[in-house]
């Protein structure tokens, strides 16, 4: 992210996945954004020494924030959070709020249990097939990277 001069727009967390992504990119010079709701600072470990740091009352507010300040979503492996993200980035997408990338990172096939539920919502008739196409699927982070440099150059 820093050799292409990307922030990295993200939860704000210290621990995780997330958190070395973020310490990867500040050792690489980069510049974090973290956004965390205030009932999450002690659960999360909130990482403070970023770029810039915004404390949001509630997850809404963390997650139009985060959405605002970014030009694309990048999904990585993750948990329930990863997902109610995900989701909420699509339907908004579906419904022409954004044109913003919407990339999955598939290391490993991790996501493809939730590529083939979007399939099967879409085999079942509760969403157009147009859904699909808002979705990029990616297998490793040489590909993301490419993805990325096209759609931003």
Avoid: C
Wanted: net charge negative; hydrophobic share 50%.
């Amino acid at each position: 992210m820093a050799a292409r001069d990307w922030r990295l727009v993200y939860g704000a967390g210290d621990v995780g996945l997330m958190g070395a992504v973020a310490n990867a990119t500040q050792s690489a010079g980069g510049e974090t954004f973290g956004v965390i709701p205030v009932h999450l600072m002690q659960r999360e470990v909130g990482k403070v020494d970023l770029s810039r740091f915004i404390v949001t009352e509630n997850m809404h507010e963390r997650k139009k924030v985060m959405f605002m300040n970014s030009d694309a979503i990048v999904v990585l492996p993750g948990g329930a959070g990863s997902l109610d993200e995900f989701f909420e980035v699509l339907t908004w997408r579906q419904l022409d709020l954004h044109e913003k990338p919407i990339l999955l990172v598939n290391i490993n096939g991790y996501w493809d249990p939730l590529v083939g539920l979007v399939d099967h919502v879409i085999a079942q008739g509760f969403a157009d097939a147009s859904l699909r196409d808002f979705v990029q699927v990616v297998d490793d982070l040489t590909s993301l990277e490419t993805v990325l440099t096209r759609a931003f150059s």
